[in-house]
């Protein structure tokens, strides 16, 4: 079971990169009508199948269930927004900060406790954060607070997710996700414009892509230990700096890199703290 938990978040990790890589490729359209993409592609599949399967769409905690979908919602809008105007691969690093909030609001809101590790691996995310921000001057300012803005909103939405635990059935936590950005993506269509040509095929595949990546992310922590499956997570930055140098032609300095390692160390320095 825990060989398939590991191909199986590879294969999830392997498709959030590519889903990244076509909202970086989508640039030319509003990155509220490149969530309306990824929302509508994934709700196309999942709704139907709740309804067959009679899974609940509602839910019985319906109201922090729509607060998961409005931070999550927010969230991607950032992140699109953000992977638009800088390099994908720093992008995708600085998200990756979003443990670090997930475990100070945990600690605040679950009561959860945070071993001494698990601070000091935080501290080191966050200096890692600020090396890549400080001396990479293609991150901007304002592109640097609404990606950490966005990793804060994950945390929070994994806080929220823990909270709910199997409270719900987790496609009916997917479902308010996807109808909260499909809703909330609707009121910028003036901004919208019509795909043409081969845009539509990228467009299927976004939607498509997050889809893959969410039933493997889960399917990964069914099959195999936390600890085991959570940090190869982390090669979906490996594959974001391929896809970046190979298709948009980005480059990193070495302290940019050493700036991405401190994050990745960081967070897997945290999760080995929480296992021991």
């Known amino acids: 079971m825990n060989k398939k938990g590991i191909i199986y978040m590879l294969i999830a990790a392997f498709a959030f990169a590519w889903m990244n890589l076509m909202a970086k490729y989508l640039q030319d359209f509003h990155p509220m009508q490149v969530v309306f993409f990824r929302a509508f592609g994934t709700f196309v599949f999942i709704f139907p199948y709740m309804i067959v399967k009679k899974i609940p769409i509602i839910g019985k905690n319906y109201r922090w ?15 699109f927004t953000v992977v638009q105007r ?23 809101f679950l009561k959860e406790k945070v071993k001494f590790w698990q601070w000091i691996s935080l501290i080191i995310a ?3 954060a600020f090396i890549m921000k400080g ?29 709910l635990g199997n409270k719900e059935h987790f496609l009916t936590i997917i479902n308010y996700f996807m109808v909260f950005s499909i809703v909330g993506s609707l009121f910028f269509l003036n901004h919208w414009r019509m795909p043409l040509g081969d845009e539509w095929i990228w467009i299927g595949l976004i939607g498509t892509l997050g889809l893959v ?10 099959m195999a230990e936390t600890s085991l499956v959570a940090p190869l997570k982390y090669m979906e930055l490996v594959y974001a700096l391929i896809f970046g140098y190979v298709l948009f032609g980005e480059t990193y300095s070495v302290w940019s890199i050493f700036g991405m390692i401190l994050v990745v160390v960081g967070m897997l320095l945290n999760i080995a703290a929480k296992r021991h």
């Open 126 to 128: 966050v200096v890692g």
């Open 213 to 222: 990546g969410q039933v493997f992310f889960t399917k990964s922590f069914q």
């Open 135 to 163: 001396l990479d001057l293609r991150i901007d300012t304002y592109s640097f607070i609404l990606i950490m803005l966005s990793a804060l909103l994950v945390g929070a939405v994994f806080v929220i997710v823990r909270y």
């Open 65 to 79: 269930l729509s607060v998961r979908g409005v931070l999550s919602f927010v969230s991607l809008a950032l992140f």
């Open 86 to 108: 800088i390099p994908l691969g720093s992008a995708v690093a600085l998200r990756y900060t979003a443990p670090i909030f997930s475990v100070v609001l945990a600690y605040f």
